[in-house]
């Protein structure tokens, strides 16, 4: 394994800072005493939030029984859906542009139900 240091988290102390390294061999990330928990995405949303995008989060538990599409996706004027498929270590394989009304219908009502029960951010608090 050969690991090239990509950077360290600001304003951390000395010991146990977040830092992030790449394996060369595999790709893969590794993160080096830090958990990638609720608690840190929420902490990383900040950005977002201050941009104006809704945000909601959705615990697990509260998932099970939405029929949720395999991958990853972006949905268009409720017309279309574009899906994207990676690879194990996070690069793009394919994109796939969909139109027919059932893909569309499901991706649709997917979304629906997750937005519907998901917390809005600033009524979310991670354990």
Do not use: C
Not at 5 to 13: D, E, H, M, S, V
Not at 26 to 35: A, F, P, R, V
């Amino acid at each position: 394994m050969r690991l090239r240091f990509l950077g360290i988290i600001p304003n951390t102390p000395d010991i146990d800072s977040p830092t992030i390294w790449l394996d060369e061999d595999s790709g893969d990330l590794l993160i080096q005493s830090y958990k990638a928990t609720d608690k840190y995405e929420y902490d990383v949303t900040f950005p977002n939030v201050a941009a104006g995008e809704l945000i909601r989060w959705l615990p697990r538990r509260k998932s099970a029984d939405i029929p949720l599409p395999g991958t990853d996706l972006w949905m268009f004027d409720r017309s279309a859906v574009l899906f994207t498929y990676f690879s194990g270590v996070g690069e793009v394989v394919d994109r796939e542009w969909r139109t027919e009304p059932a893909v569309v219908k499901l991706v649709s009502s997917a979304f629906e139900a997750v937005w519907e029960r998901a917390i809005p951010h600033e009524e979310y608090k991670p354990l």
